[in-house]
């Protein structure tokens, strides 16, 4: 009687074996398949883009800033991604958010210590569309 269940306890063992086998076999598998999720950097931000000058920019800019979920956009976080896609900040940055607010891309949302924070309005977001590259999206 001892060895039915040394007997069926092997059998058991052989069984559980096999299913770690099979388990391991299904991750290492599935490890392979993961792809790593890159996020768009703010350069190839602005690449997908035909900004073909500091005012559009500017407008691209704010664009990328909102598609990160930045709530309080002003001229510093602008500044910081305008260094960040490798573009020259040393315009009035100033003077293209006056002229963006002149041709309705831009609205005032506020103020930050004294400083104005940005949104882009709807015609700036239809501009941002024509300014795509190949009609991409």
Do not use: C
């Amino acid at each position: 009687m001892d060895n039915y269940w040394i007997d069926k306890t092997e059998e058991r063992l052989d069984l559980i074996e096999s299913e770690i086998h099979k388990l391991k076999e299904l991750i290492s598998s599935e490890t392979k398949q993961v792809k790593i999720k890159r996020e768009e950097s703010p350069r190839e931000f602005l690449l997908k883009y035909n900004a073909k000058n500091d005012v559009e920019r500017t407008l691209v800019t704010i664009s990328y800033l909102e598609e990160k979920g930045v709530k309080e956009i002003s001229i510093d976080e602008i500044r910081k991604v305008l260094i960040e896609m490798r573009e020259k900040s040393n315009f009035n940055i100033s003077d293209k958010l006056q002229q963006l607010d002149k041709r309705g891309f831009l609205l005032q949302n506020g103020q930050k210590e004294k400083k104005k924070l940005w949104l882009i309005t709807n015609n700036g977001l239809k501009f941002m569309e024509e300014l795509k590259k190949d009609g991409r999206k």
